[in-house]
């Protein structure tokens, strides 16, 4: 327990300490991590002389968490032992002084959140068997859902780093080239139909590799930072156009916002469980020695212009069959250069049953059934004023490691 | 005419002036300009005060190009007008400076090349129409060679920014996971067997857009800083197998070399042509008034470890259908943003026929031809010592507006 009021329902209690970025008013951005409903700025802290390490004192000195996640796992260890024992209830150094206090304890209130670190590349993978599986059903039957390459590694593709934007930031809905007939093609350029969300979980990169070197699965672990919720916005019209044949690209690219603050990967540990081994079993280069996932109930509502409130999915880390420490091992083996601060998305987390997919594109199934709202409203997909909100926590005894949420709000396309 | 000497065939008379970052030892990296067989130092010519425009003078003590690409055309003008008074045979300020020459005029031997920009995003098209069309035809037949959207929008992906080199960084040859048959598959992990060179242009972006603007057709010209010469390595077995439904990743992360020198446009302008209007009509947003393409001879050559060096491919930047002004609007047309520096891949550019082809899946029809080298070995894709070496210019009534070239160097797949 700490010093610091915590509920019992709150997202960031002592075990948590998630990183963030966060502004004051016009100060620089500083470094934090969040406990109840308080920020404890570690930019504060370092100044006064509480981390010990220089590397660390340095780090947290910093606008972005880039250099802290290039530090590696041993000095991530000690700065969450530093701050654990700060923070909890028996140490005084900071609960009996309240000059400290005042300058380093932020109500979360007053903290406008930054994107934690600059990425410098942004992928995004398709691990989830279930949402791999419902896009193929009604892309090409149930016979073909899964692509044959797709029990055999994890399918990725490299994304677009300068939209991504953190939790809060208005989505404006893209314009884009759309094609009703493709055997007849007379494309149009209009705003998106079809907009849509993902719901995933996205890890940072902490320390990377040289090019020409590649990052083992089982060191993997020493790679990954922490983790985040992320929506990947798409628009499927412009997808279904463009897609052909080189992938994604304007459907993804206008944005794909993240929370504000990552939970590492220490404070994920408890809530790992194991999964049934991979069938077909994988390359030895891709077997996981902890093969499995995190136990994360995972929440996706959806808020109205005219404030209503409702939760259209549930859904759970643990749908992911491809790891992230595989999903790392595979996009390093060529060689390819990982840095720190960048940013792997898992793909759409979508669980077993209708109640637990991870897109419109799912849960209406193409726009062929509806969802009603609270309001009475319907949507097949995102109106203009339409704000999604993504939210996820692991359930401890008596206490949640929680992700916070990433939310978005939908601004009409600007057409000229 | 300059007072720094320049060969008729060379690429860098004082009408092209293109710009690069260089390093001297252990030196800061500087900006500087190719002339001759020199480069004029403009981070010296700065701190001598040789540039009264404040925004310039800081642009040119960075050690990227960044700040000046996203300074805007008025200042490119402006800096391109000052260093051309001071190369011309008639002015004597450097000339006749003994000093001022020795510390500024830098041979290009001492130089070591840098890549010029930091990178933010760095996405690949596909606009080269006899490329598109030879690889369709070898993987769906000569009826259905384009696909439907081709015509309708430049297709395009996100590339990976982290492995853009510059000329002369050797490339390992990747590992990765290939599949020789897919209906019943059995993949291995092994080092890639069917290793191809792209020859591609490539534009750096000046002055960004926000999120949720655009970058109009008619304007993109403003927000092209200027081009270089791209090889976009390709594991072509790798390729095969891993790219449906997302699109190319782990064939192409692994390395992209780049030329260092940057082509401004305005040295470019006097080279281009005018291309018959695009057949169907592109939508509004895609109407480029100035459309046309840039008359810059190509040339591929293979060394190989014995030192035999082979022409193999002659190919011309006219061989491009969709604009570079044409790929910038139609990747923000969703309000996607820009960054300065960021960089823009044509796609392979190959010519009408069997001499000018741009990758060696065309030259060898997918392994189904071989090439001869000099030294009487044959090929199909390239082996381990092997050395591609692209180069370009564009032909002037007795000068020559070159990009230098961009070379990579082929090692062994690291196995472990
Ligand atoms: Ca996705
Ligand atoms: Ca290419
Ligand atoms: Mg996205
Ligand atoms: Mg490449
Ligand atoms: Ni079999």
């Not at 390359?283 to 995972?298: A, K, V, W």
């Not at 509502?301 to 992911?320: E, P, Q």
């Not at 004023?385 to 206490?399: R, S």
């Amino acid at each position: 327990m700490s010093w610091v009021p915590v509920d019992a329902e709150s997202h960031f209690p002592i075990q948590n300490l998630p990183y963030g970025v966060f502004r004051r008013g016009n100060d620089a951005p500083h470094i934090g991590v969040a406990i109840g409903e308080h920020v404890l700025d570690l930019n504060v802290l370092s100044a006064r002389g509480f981390f010990q390490t220089p590397e660390i004192a340095d780090a947290f000195q910093q606008t972005t968490l880039n250099k802290f996640m290039g530090l590696g796992r041993p000095f991530w260890t000690e700065a969450r032992a530093v701050i654990t024992e700060l923070l909890k209830e028996s140490t005084a150094t900071i609960r009996d002084d309240a000059k400290v206090r005042e300058e380093a304890l932020v109500p979360m209130s007053e903290c406008a959140m930054q994107l934690p670190a600059e990425i410098g590349d942004y992928t995004d993978f398709y691990a989830g068997r279930h949402h791999a599986t419902n896009v193929g059903i009604m892309f090409r039957g149930a016979n073909n859902a899964l692509q044959p390459n797709w029990l055999h590694l994890p399918v990725g593709y490299h994304g677009r780093a300068s939209s991504v934007v953190v939790s809060g930031t208005d989505i404006v809905r893209p314009m884009g080239q759309v094609c009703a007939n493709q055997q007849d093609p007379h494309p149009a350029f209009q705003p998106c139909a079809v907009l849509d969300f993902e719901l995933e979980l996205a890890v940072f990169v902490g320390p990377g590799n040289k090019m020409g070197e590649r990052i083992k699965v089982e060191d993997a672990k020493n790679h990954i930072f922490g983790m985040a919720l992320m929506n990947d916005w798409s628009a499927r019209d412009i997808q279904k156009w463009e897609y052909v044949p080189l992938g994604p690209f304007n459907a993804k690219n206008f944005a794909t916002s993240i929370s504000p603050w990552i939970v590492t990967l220490d404070a994920l540990e408890a809530f790992r469980e194991q999964l049934p081994p991979q069938e077909p079993a994988v390359l030895p280069y891709l077997q996981d020695p902890e093969y499995g996932s995190y136990n994360i109930n995972l929440e996706v509502a959806l808020n109205t212009a005219n404030n209503t409130h409702t939760v259209i999915s549930r859904s759970n880390g643990k749908y992911l069959y491809w790891t992230f420490a595989q999903q790392l091992a595979h996009h390093t083996s060529t060689g390819c250069p990982m840095r720190p601060g960048d940013l792997l998305g898992s793909g759409t987390i979508s669980g077993p049953d209708d109640a637990s997919m991870g897109s419109l594109l799912e849960i209406t199934w193409s726009g062929s059934k509806v969802i009603t709202l609270a309001d009475g409203s319907e949507r097949k997909f995102l109106r203009d004023g339409d704000e999604v909100v993504m939210t996820g926590y692991c359930q401890g005894e008596g206490y949640r490691i929680g992700f916070g949420c990433v939310r978005g709000k939908i601004l009409p396309a600007v057409q000229n």
